[in-house]
């Protein structure tokens, strides 16, 4: 499994940013597929995730009207759409592939996911 993200950088609050992720070493449709991030002195906190053909997305809360994930199979790769950026949105963005099988309701819990990949940093600074 091979999971690389591209994408981040600076950017002013308000600003917006598209991450990207390229898969390969699996079959990108058979998952479901997650962005988490860390920030610094914190733990992975789960951000988004899509279900395999991308009919289902869910988002944690303080996101919720400002991302966008999205997948495209054709090109095995995953998105973040990131618009109004705020300060408390910095961190490390990883890409992430979930283990299988299915996904009850509410919040993501990261136990369950079995790669990602080495991250990409958004800062969000004025």
């Known amino acids: 499994v091979q999971l690389v993200e591209s994408g981040g950088g600076l950017v002013q609050p308000g600003g917006s940013l598209r991450l990207s992720c390229a898969a390969s070493?699996?079959?990108?449709?058979?998952?479901?597929m997650v962005w988490v991030r860390q920030a610094p002195g914190k733990g992975l906190e789960w951000v988004a995730d899509?279900?395999?053909?991308?009919?289902?997305?869910y988002y944690t809360d303080s996101v919720k009207g400002r991302f966008t994930i999205s997948r495209d199979s054709a090109k095995n790769t995953l998105y973040l759409q990131m618009n109004s950026l705020k300060p408390e949105d910095t961190a490390v963005y990883y890409c992430?592939?979930?283990?299988?099988?299915?996904?009850?309701?509410?919040?993501?819990?990261?136990?369950?996911?079995?790669?990602r990949g080495q991250g990409t940093q958004v800062t969000v600074s004025s």
């Open positions: 899509i279900s395999t053909y991308g009919s289902v997305t």
């Open positions: 992430a592939k979930d283990k299988g099988g299915g996904r009850a309701s509410g919040s993501y819990p990261v136990d369950r996911i079995d790669a």
């Open positions: 070493g699996f079959i990108f449709n058979n998952y479901r």
